[in-house]
């Protein structure tokens, strides 16, 4: 499986994102997905996951209430709407998958097999 993430940018806090993560080479057993983000000189921290048939959502009180982790099966694409963005929210981002999930989602790093190359998201003041 390989991931390709996408969207990140400049943006003034209050203001909005989208990323995307698309995924190719299938993902057999069905692939909990997830977004990690981290910021310079911290580790990379849990933002939000989604289970294979996007019945499950789970999201780090961070960014619960502001950030929404959506897919699209038929697309291999899983998406984050990032709004009411904060300085804090700076961050390289990456998103992550899961084979063989089942119905299942995953809030920590190990549980990951495969990763995005990650996009830079920038909130300024």
């Known amino acids: 499986v390989q991931l390709q993430a996408s969207g990140g940018g400049l943006v003034q806090a209050g203001g909005s994102l989208r990323l995307s993560c698309a995924a190719s080479?299938?993902?057999?057993?069905?692939?909990?997905m997830g977004w990690f983000r981290q910021a310079p000189g911290k580790e990379r921290e849990f933002v939000a996951a989604?289970?294979?048939?996007?019945?499950?959502?789970s999201y780090a009180d961070s960014v619960k209430g502001r950030f929404t982790i959506s897919r699209d099966n038929a697309k291999n694409t899983v998406d984050l709407q990032m709004n009411s963005l904060k300085p804090e929210d700076t961050a390289v981002y990456y998103c992550?998958?899961?084979?063989?999930?089942?119905?299942?989602?995953?809030?920590?790093?190990?549980?990951?097999?495969?990763w995005g190359q990650g996009t830079q998201v920038t909130v300024s003041s």
């Open positions: 080479g299938g993902c057999i057993g069905g692939c909990a």
């Open positions: 989604i289970s294979w048939n996007g019945g499950r959502t």
């Open positions: 992550a998958a899961r084979p063989y999930s089942g119905a299942n989602l995953y809030i920590t790093l190990p549980a990951y097999k495969y």
